[in-house]
């Protein structure tokens, strides 16, 4: 048994609370929020499939954050010392300008947001988190690979797999990522994601060979996120896997199709910038263009037959400028099984899909919308409007630095152009617990829904059998 299962407490979700009518539910996608959502479910009483269309289990990519709203979830799934374990603990955010490393922003994390919201920051790398969720959702679930959904009956419900198996269910979860195939069900059609005009390098580099260079030293050895600014892109560079590498991610306008997509391509996007980019470029070994797409939101994550709803990027996509992809993600997968542990007759299963929307809709199309806001705020090329976002963030970073010496903070920042240094929107993003939401949901609106359901049974104990 892995650490994460050896601190697991089989009966500490929910309040121990497990859904009297078991469902079949099939989640289609073996990412982050598919393991999020088969753990959370099953603990809520449900027998759960996860159909995947890979032939093995395993996550690419790099660096990925787990905010408190995010830790606090995993440390109550018993993941916390795989936390401690694999993850840094961020000390802070360091805004620079791209030509010359000038610190305009600065926000402090660590203990002061561990103190805040009850809950750390980690850093980690994206495989890392996923193993440690698949870890923990394993053991109560189907995991099934080589399986491609082809198709998908929402109104039986169930999917056709590329083999021709049919699959049935009581309840499908399409949880398939940004090119989701669930998701044209919902909508209705063909419906393919955009390109926003971004894409990102993103590599590791081995943190001994930072440690090496007297300028670079410093990138490891004080444990911040950093954000370089500047036109047209920026860069962020942080360490990972309990600080043993230095995560990358370039961020940059998308080549054109037929376009040189290179690293080293004459003229790229980061000529001119500071020396510790340039040194910082030169010592990544390979890297993995990422092209950046976005799909607007939707009006319902739910099919009208009401037995097919949608998790994480497949309904709500985050570009990477405010970090919170993943955690929305998981989010719902916790809102999700928090629900459905109520579960107690298939009449149930629409109005609480109704539930995780209204809990999950407004939130996530927020989150999405700031990180939109930071691409432009980001982005910006010298001139009057940069300028500006610099004085914005320099005041916040001196009021910072005076609450750090013990004095009282002398600024509303409110609107901030650092939007981590926005106490208000701090507050929303961080403080956030799935679990406390849901159980108020249910405390307001609980009752009602079971009134509502013993009567259609009642009224209609035939058709009951059926439901």
């Known amino acids: 048994m892995s650490q994460a299962g050896s601190t697991y407490q089989p009966d500490h979700l929910y309040k121990g609370r497990r859904a009297s009518l078991s469902l079949n539910i099939v989640v289609i996608g073996c990412g982050l929020g598919g393991l999020a959502a088969a753990y959370c479910l ?30 606090r979830l995993l440390m109550r799934w018993g993941l916390g010392p795989r936390l401690e374990e694999l993850g840094v603990k961020i000390q802070a955010l360091s805004f620079k300008r791209w030509d010359n490393d000038e610190v305009v922003g600065w926000t402090p994390l660590g203990d002061v947001i561990d103190k805040e919201y009850g809950s750390p920051f980690y850093l980690l790398h994206r495989a890392d988190f996923h193993r440690m969720l698949y870890e923990v959702a394993e053991p109560y679930c189907n995991i099934r690979v080589n399986s491609r959904v082809v198709s998908v009956d929402p109104s039986k ?20 990522g940004v090119k989701s195939v669930t998701r044209e069900y919902i909508v209705g059609g063909p419906d393919k994601p955009r390109a926003t005009g971004d894409a990102a390098y993103r590599t590791l580099i081995p943190v001994e060979k930072l440690l090496e260079d007297e300028e670079l030293r410093p990138l490891v050895e004080r444990m911040e996120s950093n954000i370089w600014m500047g036109p047209g892109g920026h860069i962020v560079g942080y360490t990972i896997r309990a600080k043993k590498e230095f995560n990358l991610v370039m961020m940059h306008p998308d080549e054109e199709e037929g376009g040189i997509e290179s690293w080293t391509a004459e003229g790229n996007t980061y000529k001119g910038w500071s020396t510790t980019i340039q040194k910082l470029m030169a010592l990544v070994p390979s890297t993995l263009d990422w092209k950046l797409i976005a799909r607007d939101p939707l ?7 009401g037995k097919l709803a949608l998790l994480g990027d497949s309904c709500h996509p985050m570009l990477p400028y405010r970090a919170q992809g993943s955690a929305m993600a998981i989010e719902d997968a916790a809102i999700l099984g928090n629900i459905f542990s109520h579960c107690s007759h298939r009449s149930q299963i629409l109005p609480l899909l109704h539930a995780y929307q209204s809990l999950r809709y407004d939130r996530a199309t927020a989150t999405q919308n700031s990180s939109k806001l930071n691409r432009h705020i980001f982005h910006q090329p010298d001139g009057p409007v940069q300028e500006k976002r610099d004085r914005d963030m320099r005041a916040a970073m001196e009021d910072a630095l005076r609450v750090a010496r013990g004095e009282k903070s002398t600024l509303v920042l409110t609107g901030n ?48 059998l059926y439901l």
């Not at 009006?299 to 037959?305: E, L, Q, R, V």
């Open 42 to 71: 099953a603990q809520a009483g449900h027998n759960i499939t996860i159909l995947e269309a890979a032939s093995a289990i395993g996550e690419v990519g790099a660096g990925v954050q787990a905010s408190p709203n995010v830790s």
């Open 299 to 305: 009006p319902s994550w739910i099919h009208k037959d």
């Open 417 to 464: 152009a650092n939007q981590w240094a926005d106490k208000t929107k701090s507050d929303i993003q961080f403080g956030y617990d799935a679990d406390e939401e849901a159980e108020k949901w249910w405390l307001e609106n609980g009752t009602k829904l079971t009134i509502g359901c013993r009567l259609a049974q009642q009224s209609y104990p035939t058709l009951a």
């Open 157 to 176: 419900p169930s999917v056709t797999l590329a083999s021709g198996e049919v699959v049935s269910a009581d309840l499908i979860i399409g949880a398939d």
